[in-house]
């Protein structure tokens, strides 16, 4: 079972920050022993692109309205024409891109990430439409602490056409996955799933219109629970609250 660190901004002997298993003691997480303060709980997260980044704008709006006790550092994208990049340069977000053809490899290229997330001060990581594979580079910098959604109900449907795949199918609910990042595809452990009922959608369009409305809604949603909430993952599943000790 791994076990996660306590949530930002609660404070006591227990070193949130650190990302040593050793560190991450059961007694830490006692809820009697936690003292919130806002003031010291913003978590910084850096956030992945490739698009409009419309789940982006979603985050960056729970931080800016503290719905999530956290801050988008930085904004990265692997395309400069990226439209989200506009959005977050004009809302006072740093921005960065590495064209993932200008890098030897894949490693490479997520080095390069690494490097740009740390020096941002990025404690999590968020993939909004990032339409890469991640390395053990970037997975091993961030171990647990990167978050991805996906437009179906995982694990059915994983890949680029979730929405249309789903569709086809002719199942009658799909939904959203918010899930941790691991090294095979759209396949970490499920914090949030959100539905919605495919009846009525005439195509796939209309169906990932219903789903990016959940979408935006489970984002912040999942991140305010592994902010806020202690946890842990035990096979495939997470655990919040007292159980997760």
């Known amino acids: 079972m791994v076990r996660a660190s306590r949530?930002?901004?609660?404070?006591?002997?227990?070193?949130?920050?650190?990302?040593?298993?050793?560190?991450?003691?059961?007694?830490?997480?006692?809820?009697?022993?936690?003292?919130?303060?806002?003031?010291?709980?913003?978590?910084?997260?850096?956030?992945?692109?490739?698009?409009?980044?419309?789940?982006?704008?979603?985050?960056?709006r729970a931080c800016a309205t503290a719905e999530i006790p956290a801050e988008v550092s930085v904004v990265i994208s692997n395309r400069a024409d990226a439209a989200g990049l506009?959005?977050?340069?004009?809302?006072g977000i740093d921005t960065a891109v590495f064209p993932h053809k200008d890098f030897e490899?894949?490693?490479?290229?997520?080095?390069?990430i690494v490097g740009r997330l740390a020096e941002a001060g990025a404690d999590w990581v968020c993939l909004a439409g990032y339409m890469r594979l991640l390395s053990s580079v970037l997975i091993d910098a961030y171990p647990n602490r990167i978050l991805n959604i996906h437009p179906s109900l995982l694990p059915?449907?994983?890949?680029?056409?979730?929405?249309?795949?789903?569709?086809?199918?002719?199942?009658?609910?799909s939904g959203c996955t918010v899930h941790l990042v691991d090294l095979e595809l759209d396949h970490g452990p499920i914090v949030v799933q959100r539905t919605v009922a495919v009846e009525g959608c005439a195509d796939a369009e209309e169906l990932a219109g219903r789903i990016l409305v959940e979408e935006h809604r489970a984002y912040p949603e999942a991140l305010k629970k592994l902010l806020t909430k202690p946890w842990s993952i035990g096979g495939r599943r997470i655990a919040f609250g007292c159980g997760a000790d």
């Open 156 to 173: 059915s449907f994983p890949g680029l056409h979730g929405q249309r795949d789903a569709f086809e199918y002719g199942v009658a609910v």
């Open 105 to 112: 490899n894949r490693k490479a290229h997520d080095g390069a």
């Open 7 to 60: 949530p930002h901004g609660f404070v006591s002997d227990f070193n949130t920050r650190s990302r040593d298993p050793k560190a991450l003691r059961p007694q830490a997480l006692k809820p009697l022993r936690l003292r919130y303060d806002l003031a010291m709980a913003l978590t910084k997260i850096g956030i992945l692109i490739s698009g409009r980044g419309s789940n982006m704008q979603s985050i960056a």
């Open 86 to 91: 506009e959005w977050a340069r004009g809302h």
